[in-house]
Nanobody, 122 residues
Framework: QVQLVESGGGLVQPGGSLRLSCAAS????????MGWYRQPPGKQRELVAA???????NYAESMKGRFTISRDNFKNTVYLQMNSLKPEDTAVYYC????????????????WGPGTQVTVSS
């Protein structure tokens, strides 16, 4: 079974920074795409950023220039560096892994983490 564990959320003042981490564990051979989504209070879940195993990245327009996604394929870990945070960035941030190939069976799965709360407030 594959699990995603997020860390790094918390309370930060406007203009501050946070770094989220998400580590995948299990009998993993490879992961095609790892990314971050967020769900603000009362709103739908939305893409923040994603990174493929080949190094391609994709960002939501409103996050470009403030957020940076990076990935360590050997550690099956993805990071999200968030700078210049705004109150509207307050949300539960979810890690997502697409195309998780299991070493023993060769099957692929899509997996979500439980989420980590990010609150931007003075």
């Amino acid at each position: 079974q594959v699990q995603l564990v997020e860390s790094g959320g918390g309370l930060v003042q406007p203009g501050g920074s946070l770094r989220l981490s998400c580590a995948a564990s299990g009998d993993i051979f490879s992961i095609h795409t790892m990314g971050w989504y967020r769900q603000p209070p009362g709103k739908q879940r939305e893409l923040v950023a994603a990174a493929t195993s080949g190094g391609s990245t994709n960002y939501a327009e409103s996050m470009k220039g403030r957020f940076t996604i990076s990935r360590d394929n050997f550690k099956n870990t993805v990071y999200l560096q968030m700078n210049s945070l705004k109150p509207e960035d307050t949300a539960v941030y979810y890690c997502n892994a697409v195309g998780v190939r299991i070493r023993q069976t060769g099957r692929q799965y899509n997996v979500w983490g439980p989420g980590t709360q990010v609150t931007v407030s003075s």
